[in-house]
């Protein structure tokens, strides 16, 4: 149990640092924006140096000023969102089988005149040899929990497909999904595992483009210093930046660091009113080389709030009706859920595993292996969870 009267003072510790830092955060902050503005005036001699620039941080690609603004397009009369959540029940070597599930919420909200929902939500359990992994020196290896998370990832896509069957009517439709469109775990993963993921993405993608239905990842409260990481970029004296190169280790600051820990949402909070984009920018993961067409941009939004981050493929990008669909029933589902689009708020509750539903999962598989007649065996840890305390 925790010492609180240990406890308090270190807060109270923590709370005059956090003080003395924010005054000169905001410092930070306003850097920022100023360099925002001023490389928003010669914008492609700035992307041309960040696009050749080699840093060890992610950088964006630029294809227009950056400190642009879009105001919020007319909202259509009638629309759809579909929007999926996963959540799961991960491997525990302590309960009677190495098994894990993926539980998948969805929903199908219709705003109009013939306004109505339709929620569920199913389970799927991983058992078999099958659910495991092949590592490239031919091992078998159990899936750990960021193989089984981009598993729930993947799954929550594919019945962005299912829902849209249910659909008949797939005009001003948006599918909307929870966090990245990036399946940036897979970077480290086995190569078969990667390219079964991917292909099965990528048709999920397919189809969205030939059905004209543009896909949405929605970012709360992100994190993300893309654009920051291209300003740092700017700091930088050299023309061009190598940073394993830099000839400015030895000074007590380097020029770029001025405005490190500030992040894209901090900036875009100067920038944007409510109800107002960004400008778009290209996200440069490495996975995405495996995307093809449907390479990943994304903008900021501000929903009034919070700045959020919205990821789209390329396809929606560059087609501008599905972008302003995409910019006005986002901001139109957030301003409904007080900050957060009310299709996820809706998917999220449909896949929550809870505390207790996870312990009544594993009670299932144990008194089923027990009616079987097989020999159940728990850790004297497992054990211990399901005794009382002394």
């Known amino acids: 149990m925790l010492n609180f009267p240990f406890l308090k003072p270190q807060i109270n510790k923590m709370v005059e640092e956090k003080k003395d830092f924010e005054g000169k955060f905001i410092d930070k902050i306003n850097l920022a924006y100023s360099e925002l503005e001023l490389r928003s005036r010669q914008w492609q001699e700035f992307s041309k140096k960040v696009k050749l620039s080699k840093t060890s941080w992610l950088l964006p690609g630029i294809s227009s000023p950056l400190n642009i603004t879009y105001t919020l397009p007319p909202r259509p009369s009638s629309y759809t969102v579909l929007a999926s959540d996963g959540s799961q029940i991960f491997p525990d070597r302590h309960e009677a089988l190495p098994c894990y599930l993926i539980n998948i919420g969805s929903v199908i909200l219709h705003y109009g005149t013939d306004g109505k929902a339709h929620l569920r939500s199913y389970p799927k359990f991983f058992y078999g040899d099958e659910d495991r992994l092949t590592t490239w020196d031919g091992r078998m290896i159990p899936a750990d929990s960021e193989v089984i998370s981009e598993k729930r990832t993947l799954m929550e896509f594919e019945e962005i497909l299912r829902l849209l069957e249910d659909c008949e009517n797939k005009d001003n439709t948006l599918a909307l999904c929870d966090g990245t469109l990036i399946f940036w775990r897979l970077e480290g993963t086995p190569s078969d595992f990667k390219g079964e993921i991917m292909n099965s993405f990528i048709n999920v993608l397919d189809k969205l483009k030939t059905l004209r239905v543009p896909i949405a990842g929605y970012i709360s409260y992100p994190g993300s210093i893309d654009i920051i990481n291209a300003l740092r970029v700017g700091l930088c004296p050299e023309e061009i930046s190598y940073c394993s190169q830099c000839p400015y280790t030895e000074l007590p600051e380097l020029p770029c660091s001025p405005i490190q820990g500030v992040t894209d949402r901090m900036l ?65 589902q957030a301003k409904k859920g007080n900050g957060y689009p009310t299709a996820l708020i809706e998917a999220h509750e449909q896949a929550v595993v809870k505390a207790k539903d996870r312990d009544f999962f594993y009670e299932l598989v144990k008194e089923a292996l027990v009616r079987s007649d097989f020999k159940v065996t728990l850790s004297r840890k497992g054990l211990s969870k399901r005794s009382p305390g002394v």
């Not at 993961?285 to 941009?297: A, D, N």
């Not at 789209?312 to 599905?322: E, G, R």
């Not at 995409?326 to 901001?331: A, D, E, G, N, Q």
Request: no cysteine.
């Open 268 to 332: 875009f909070s100067k920038v944007l009113e409510p109800g107002e984009r960004s400008s778009l920018f290209e996200s440069s993961s490495k996975i995405l080389e495996l995307y093809g067409e449907h390479r990943i941009s994304f903008f900021y939004l501000n929903v009034g709030e919070e700045i959020s981050r919205v990821e789209i493929p390329k396809w929606v990008a560059q087609d501008n009706d599905l972008l302003n669909l995409v910019h006005t029933l986002i901001f139109d």
